[in-house]
């Protein structure tokens, strides 16, 4: 796995090995795809775009737990690039039915600002669950959020 892993696994933490079943298999905290915590209601698990494990908890489990994803994800980055609200909020409620302990958003588009989607994105970072990132690019300008921003300036 390249691209936004790489950078994540060149920390010595996150980039080591970790052994399942006594040494039987190993593999790292850094991982694509990863299934949701919790299902929704009704609905098999989804996956979570990347997820960090807690090396500790990993090099404890089993080769079972591990591949039918049933370690806990405390840290967990959704992303999305040109999508609208809807897509936002499925993320979202991913994030925060597994009970996430650090859940982020990264919400690019070049579709323009919208502001249903800026709204929803105000109201997520109110109670501090969800961290949220967001750039948005069109004809009416550019408008963005960092994490650690309180609003979506332009």
């Known amino acids: 796995m390249c691209g936004e ?17 006594n040494g039987s298999a190993v593999t790292q905290p850094v991982h694509k795809e990863w299934p949701e ?30 591949r039918k994803g049933y370690i806990e994800t405390p840290i967990v980055v959704e992303m999305g690039l040109d999508y609208g609200l809807a897509h936002l909020a499925q993320d979202a409620e991913k994030l925060l039915n597994s009970g996430v302990r650090r859940g982020y958003l990264v919400h690019f588009t070049r579709l ?6 800026e709204e929803y994105i105000r109201s997520l970072t109110t ?14 300008g550019v408008r963005l959020k ?9």
């Open 127 to 140: 109670d501090g669950r969800v961290m949220v990132a967001y750039a948005s690019v069109g004809p009416q």
């Open 5 to 21: 892993g790489c950078l994540l696994m060149s920390y010595p933490l996150l980039g080591r090995e970790c052994p399942l079943d």
């Open 37 to 66: 915590t919790k299902p929704e209601e009704g609905a098999r698990r989804g996956n979570f775009d990347l997820a960090i494990l807690a090396p500790d908890t990993l090099c404890t489990a089993s080769l079972e737990q591990f």
């Open 112 to 117: 323009g600002h919208d502001n249903r989607v």
């Open 146 to 154: 960092q994490l650690d921003d309180p609003a979506i300036s332009s």
